[in-house]
């Protein structure tokens, strides 16, 4: 892997893109856990939906960098 790679991850974390992605998905993931009174219901609901959530704001990181 160059320097440059690691070099364009970097620059994707950093994105604000990825930063409302990411704040999108953990106020919907509180959100579950608040309205869910059963703690393994709302684990089995939220973490779908958090490495969903992560998964989309990285891809709409990626498709707005690369112009697709």
Known sequence: MALMDIVE?????LSWR???GTAVTAALC???FTCIPNETVAW????PLGI????LSFW?????D???
């Open 18 to 20: 990825f930063y409302v």
């Open 66 to 68: 690369f112009g697709k």
């Open 30 to 32: 509180w959100l579950v």
């Open 60 to 64: 709409w990181q990626v498709r707005a």
């Open 9 to 13: 991850i970097g620059e994707v974390l």
């Open 44 to 47: 089995v609901i939220s973490a």
């Open 52 to 55: 969903g959530g992560l998964g």
